[in-house]
């Protein structure tokens, strides 16, 4: 098989590293079906990677950086919540633009074991949910904001991907994206609704001054004191509605 005119060893063997771990439904890829695959000999893996192993590191690696740079490639908008409906079509569009890619990163999930790849992407929409939270847009902490639109961004794109293209309503990506943001935006942040969210105005402002205190650093109070107040604060950010 002739690879003329074809892209460096290097980046045959990470896409037919992904190709292969994408389409294995969890059995074992040899060295022998990547290098193959690639039109590479197992020496000129081990130059670039090391091991199969340091192989598939670099494959989550390599996408997750990608999945980074479409998620943070825009000017914030100053409208937390605006940014993350963004952040989510973003997500969407590089699972359909990728998907064996996407699949090695957020489909390989084994009983009890959390990819850190998920706790990466959950930290990269934290930070924009913080800014939300600090702006009294919310009416849940924003870890637990993160996990839940995560979780479902996660879910839509993947059904997105096992249907044909022809198929695909990607109404269904901006129904759940909406009905996601809702279900964590406070009355501030949904004045335009018919329905409140359920959390009084202190429990947002609750959060919102959490989120304000965790990301400046104030220096105003001691860290003892620093720490109770935020205690106290989180005490009230998870109580029952008032």
Same mark, same amino acid.
């Given at each position: 098989?002739?690879?003329?005119?074809?892209?460096?060893?290097?980046?045959?063997?990470?896409?037919?590293?992904?190709?292969?771990?994408?389409?294995?439904?969890?059995?074992?890829?040899?060295?022998?079906?990547?290098?193959?695959?690639?039109?590479?000999?197992?020496?000129?893996?081990?130059?670039?990677?090391?091991?199969?192993?340091?192989?598939?590191?670099?494959?989550?690696?390599?996408?997750?950086?990608?999945?980074?740079?479409?998620?943070?490639?825009?000017?914030?908008?100053?409208?937390?919540?605006?940014?993350?409906?963004?952040?989510?079509?973003?997500? +969407?569009?590089?699972?359909?633009?990728?998907?064996?890619?996407?699949?090695?990163?957020?489909?390989?999930?084994?009983?009890?074991?959390?990819?850190?790849?998920?706790?990466?992407?959950?930290?990269?929409?934290?930070?924009?949910?913080?800014?939300?939270?600090?702006?009294?847009?919310?009416? +849940?902490?924003?870890?637990?904001?993160?996990?839940?639109?995560?979780?479902?961004?996660?879910?839509?794109?993947?059904?997105?991907?096992?249907?044909?293209? +022809?198929?695909?309503?990607?109404?269904?990506?901006?129904?759940?994206?909406?009905?996601?943001?809702?279900? +964590?935006?406070?009355?501030?942040?949904?004045?335009?609704?018919?329905?409140?969210?359920?959390?009084?105005?202190?429990?947002?402002?609750?959060?919102?001054?959490?989120?304000?205190?965790?990301?400046?650093?104030?220096?105003?109070?001691?860290?003892?004191?620093?720490?109770?107040?935020?205690?106290?604060?989180?005490?009230?950010?998870?109580?029952?509605?008032?």
């Amino acid at each position: 098989m002739s690879f003329e005119g074809q892209p460096p060893a290097k980046m045959r063997l990470l896409r037919a590293a992904a190709e292969l771990l994408a389409n294995s439904a969890g059995a074992p890829v040899s060295t022998r079906q990547i290098t193959q695959l690639a039109g590479v000999s197992a020496p000129t893996l081990y130059h670039h990677f090391g091991d199969k192993e340091g192989l598939f590191d670099a494959v989550v690696s390599a996408g997750f950086e990608e999945y980074v740079a479409g998620e943070r490639d825009f000017a914030p908008s100053g409208q937390p919540l605006v940014d993350i409906r963004r952040m989510w079509d973003n997500h +969407v569009q590089f699972g359909l633009n990728q998907p064996e890619l996407y699949l090695v990163m957020f489909g390989n999930i084994r009983p009890e074991s959390r990819p850190a790849i998920v706790a990466d992407a959950e930290a990269l929409m934290e930070e924009m949910l913080n800014k939300a939270a600090a702006a009294g847009q919310l009416s +849940v902490q924003p870890r637990e904001a993160a996990r839940s639109i995560l979780a479902a961004n996660v879910g839509v794109t993947l059904m997105l991907i096992a249907e044909a293209a +022809v198929d695909r309503n990607l109404d269904l990506s901006t129904m759940t994206r909406d009905a996601m943001i809702y279900a +964590v935006a406070s009355d501030q942040a949904e004045q335009n609704g018919n329905e409140t969210s359920g959390k009084s105005s202190v429990v947002v402002a609750a959060i919102a001054l959490n989120a304000a205190l965790q990301s400046s650093h104030s220096d105003q109070l001691s860290s003892s004191e620093l720490k109770l107040f935020l205690e106290w604060l989180h005490r009230i950010s998870t109580s029952s509605t008032t």
